[in-house]
């Protein structure tokens, strides 16, 4: 790298724009417009592979208005926030099957045109710096036409504050996907204040002095954290509020897990018992460490304990204590989790592998309260809430007689069940952004973020091991990385992990080969070109004059418009392409 410096500089996109005149044009957008589909015989609308509704801005402003009177203006914006969060990750998908070969500024034009296409806002550049290898973004944009500024207007009149909820969340949403870190995308300017346009400042989330004002609003409860939240330099001392915080690993937008955490919310002032259901790996003990931390038992001990990682034969004196001489080598009395736990919180894991007999055991403390030492002649009363977790169906195993259906329905009272990751991928950049501050701290080292096409495995991997295995292999990135540079993906994936799955894999020249999702991407379709020839053409749909039409319009889009490129990628003569345009609108005159 060092022998050729221009190199790293041309990358990054340099454009400050003071007047009007020379704005940064954004590229055609015919690209992403003829991807808009309407098939009323359906009733369905596409945008790509994504089904779309259109709605009347009338409609989705009362809507507003109801959230913004019932649950009040904080809640409200909350809520909107994440929904527009999870529209600008969707659009972001995007930008790779569109404008695979386009610079950066280009691939970063897909969100603010489709935001514009999607009938929301229109977007124009500033100043925009962007830098997908580095991490490195900045970017100030003048939002003109925001459908929310103007029906919050009608609404409610000019105020003191931005409105621009929905179409904050999705910048934040769309940049942060785009980039593969967390930024974050303030509105500094709004009409609904008096200002002329809307106006808006996006950076990396801890480049801002206080990103949790805004950052907030994306996290749908209070305990849930942001990633930048707790960060400590080396040698600072933690507050006990701190140091509790730590052990709360919660982080995630999409619906399922908010809906898990609403769940928890609810159960958690209550002395119910919670039994959490999920894959291994989902993050089971870090809600119930949330359970515990948000509930009143909190300044309690929280004690957990893995089922499955104690000897059958220990269990029991493990859960129930023993008294000396209870059994032997039992040569002390001492007590068990239970008692441990008086006064807060057990968490069981792996419940399922309970024996039988401390399956009837467990079932006397959540019915008496009362528990009994090995060995020992009386009772004694504990009160502990109990979590239990499985990753196993608990009612096929009462049929089969291996787990007591008392128990069972004794613990089923309040079931959660966690989605996997694959489930909630939304969430994915998030927890990376997490993982990876813990991990920089951890091994000292410094890491810009993720390249593009780590982010797209990650987003691929249908993730097995869940949030555990994706902690582990954001730890082996920040270990493997260069010190100052980006993690890739031969920096995350090294055990094989990729080509197990069957859902992708990397070919010989590393570029990452997808096998099981439809992609729109020149380069993989090309292999399966003949397949789809012979598909068409047996169809009868398709003739030699379109599909020369198609080649064209295909070079043209890689050339960004220059007809001499064009022609030299399709190997053929300039003349023979622009007459193939000739007629045609062409999406950016040639530069030739
Ligand atoms: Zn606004």
Not at 175 to 189: A, D, H, K, N, T
């Amino acid at each position: 790298m060092g022998k050729q410096p221009q190199n790293s500089t041309d990358k990054t996109i340099q454009l400050f724009l003071p007047d009007a005149q020379s704005k940064q044009r954004f590229p055609d957008i015919g690209d992403l417009a003829s991807r808009l589909r309407f098939s009323p015989s359906d009733g369905e609308i596409w945008l790509d592979d994504r089904r779309m509704v259109l709605l009347h801005n009338s409609s989705l402003a009362s809507l507003r208005q109801e959230l913004i009177e019932t649950l009040g203006a904080e809640v409200a914006r909350g809520i909107l926030s994440r929904m527009g969060y999870l529209s600008g990750m969707r659009d972001a998908d995007m930008v790779r099957r569109v404008r695979p070969n386009s610079s950066d500024f280009d691939a970063f034009a897909v969100g603010p045109q489709l935001h514009s296409l999607e009938g929301f806002v229109a977007v124009e550049t500033i100043v925009m710096n962007v830098d997908v290898e580095k991490g490195h973004f900045y970017g100030e944009f003048i939002w003109r036409n925001s459908s929310e500024a103007e029906e919050h207007i009608a609404a409610y009149g000019i105020g003191n504050a931005p409105v621009c909820w929905m179409q904050q969340g999705y910048a934040n949403g769309y940049v942060s996907s785009f980039l593969g870190r967390q930024v974050l995308v303030r509105e500094v300017e709004c009409k609904a204040m008096g200002h002329a346009e809307c106006k808006v400042i996006g950076k990396p989330l801890e480049e801002w002095d206080d990103p949790d004002r805004d950052f907030r609003y994306l996290l749908a409860q209070d305990f849930v954290q942001s990633p930048r939240a707790k960060m400590f330099s080396f040698g600072q001392t933690r507050t006990a509020a701190e140091s509790r915080n730590e052990k709360i690993n919660l982080v995630g937008v999409s619906a399922g897990f908010n809906t898990v955490c609403h769940m928890i919310q609810r159960v958690a002032p209550t002395r119910a018992t919670v039994l959490f259901l999920g894959e291994s790996g989902v993050g089971k003990e870090q809600f119930a460490r949330t359970l515990h931390n948000i509930s009143d038992r909190a300044e309690q001990p929280f004690v957990a304990i893995n089922c499955a990682a104690i000897p059958e034969q220990l269990i029991e004196s493990e859960l129930f204590g023993v008294e000396k001489g209870g059994f032997s080598g039992a040569t002390k009395s001492r007590p068990g989790r239970f008692e441990r736990a008086n006064g807060g919180t057990l968490f069981l894991d792996e419940i399922s592998t309970l024996t039988l007999f401390a399956q009837g055991k467990l079932l006397r403390v959540l019915q008496e309260g009362e528990i009994e030492r090995i060995g020992d002649t009386h009772v004694r009363k504990v009160d502990v809430r109990v979590i239990a977790a499985t990753n196993e169906d608990l009612r096929a195993l009462v049929e089969t007689n291996k787990f007591r259906a008392d128990l069972f329905y004794r613990l089923n009272v309040f079931p959660v069940k966690i989605p996997p990751l694959r489930e909630r991928k939304e969430d994915i950049l998030l927890l990376v952004e997490s993982f990876l501050n813990r991990y920089c701290a951890k091994h000292k080292r410094k890491v810009t973020g993720l390249t593009e096409s780590a982010i797209e495995a990650l987003m691929l991997y249908s993730w097995p091991g869940n949030i555990r295995e994706l902690e582990n292999i954001i730890e082996r990135g920040v270990i493997l990385a260069p010190e100052g540079g980006g993690i890739d993906i031969v920096h995350l994936f090294t055990s094989g992990e990729i080509i197990d799955t069957g859902h992708f894999k990397i070919d010989s020249k590393g570029t990452l080969r997808n096998t099981s999702i439809k992609s729109g991407a020149i380069e993989a379709t090309t292999d399966r070109l003949p397949e789809l020839l012979r598909e068409s053409l047996s169809n009868g749909g398709i003739s030699m004059d379109m599909l020369e039409g198609m080649a064209v319009d295909v070079a043209v889009e890689l050339a960004k418009g220059n007809v001499s490129v064009a022609a030299k990628i399709l190997g053929t003569t300039r003349a023979r392409v622009a007459y193939r345009l000739s007629g045609k609108k062409v999406p950016h005159p040639p530069e030739d």
